[in-house]
């Protein structure tokens, strides 16, 4: 069973950037796929990205692409989600994610992952 460790979150002025990183351990790394989630106050969790295993396609929701990157480094054991010009609305807790399986192409916001990290806040001033 893999546990997920996040870090990273802040406070930060909108259009700044931040990069969150979640260490993973106690399972083979190359073999999940990974996400990110998030919570605002008030709302439903919901999908932010997602990097498959093995092949590493990237999956990124239609709000944060093209500020959001997500990748992974199977040699640390680590996800990574870059954040550019961020906004007062992606204030949340920022959750990773993890799963043996991978998230479907033509519909990737529905993975439901098994595996989950505690959560990092990220606070965006306007």
């Known amino acids: 069973q893999v546990q997920l460790v996040e870090s990273g979150g802040g406070l930060v002025q909108a259009g700044g950037s931040l990069r969150l990183s979640c260490a993973a351990s106690?399972?083979?790394?190359?073999?999940?796929?990974m996400g990110w989630f998030r919570q605002a106050p008030g709302k439903e969790r919901e999908f932010v990205a997602a990097i498959s295993w093995k092949v590493a396609n990237t999956y990124h929701a239609d709000s944060v692409k093209g500020r959001f990157t997500i990748s992974r480094d199977n040699s640390k054991n680590t996800l990574y989600l870059q954040m550019n010009t961020l906004k007062p609305d992606d204030t949340a807790v920022y959750y990773c994610?993890?799963?043996?399986?991978?998230?479907?192409?033509?519909?990737?916001?529905?993975?439901?992952?098994?595996?989950w990290g505690q959560g990092t806040q990220v606070t965006v001033s306007s």
């Open positions: 106690g399972g083979t790394f190359s073999a999940y796929a």
């Open positions: 994610a993890a799963d043996l399986r991978n998230p479907t192409p033509q519909r990737p916001t529905m993975w439901d992952p098994r595996y």
